[in-house]
């Protein structure tokens, strides 16, 4: 049980981390302006209506590439002692992300495509990154 625990924390940490870095690409290629407070919530919605489709494409390969490094490191973590355990280590994963990025989209308003890929990329990017975790039968 701890063991599940700690598998599930260290790819939801991973995935984090993978995001957050991804993501510190944005403002070197999109620098925000400089009249826009990041703690003044309406001055950054109405900086995200005016965002380019770019920024939005980064933001969803750092979604896709830490789901996928998250499932893999919680499958490739967690107990084997059933042989389906490792997927269902990295689904917890996406299903907390995604979980997530509903709670981003009600903070800040998001384009309607970064929406629906927000509800829909985590899980299968968790899964498959699940799959290339498992250890080989032995």
């Known amino acids: 049980m701890l063991r599940s625990f700690l598998a599930v924390l260290a790819g939801l940490a991973l995935g984090m981390f993978v995001i957050t870095a991804v993501e510190s690409i944005i403002p070197l290629i999109y620098p925000m302006p400089r009249a826009v407070d990041p703690g003044d919530t309406e001055a950054l919605r109405t900086m995200m209506a005016g965002m380019p489709v770019g920024v939005f494409v980064i933001l969803m390969l750092g979604w896709i590439f830490g ?14 002692w059933f042989y389906r355990a490792p997927l269902l280590h990295a689904l ?3 299903v907390v992300q995604t979980a997530g990025s509903i709670a981003n989209f009600s903070l800040l308003p998001h384009p309607t495509w970064v929406l629906v890929a927000g509800l829909v990329v985590f899980i299968p990017m968790a899964l498959l990154g699940g799959q290339l975790g498992r250890r080989p039968a032995a």
């Open 92 to 94: 917890a994963v996406g």
């Open 67 to 80: 789901a996928l490094a998250g499932g893999l490191l919680a499958a490739r973590v967690a107990s084997t």
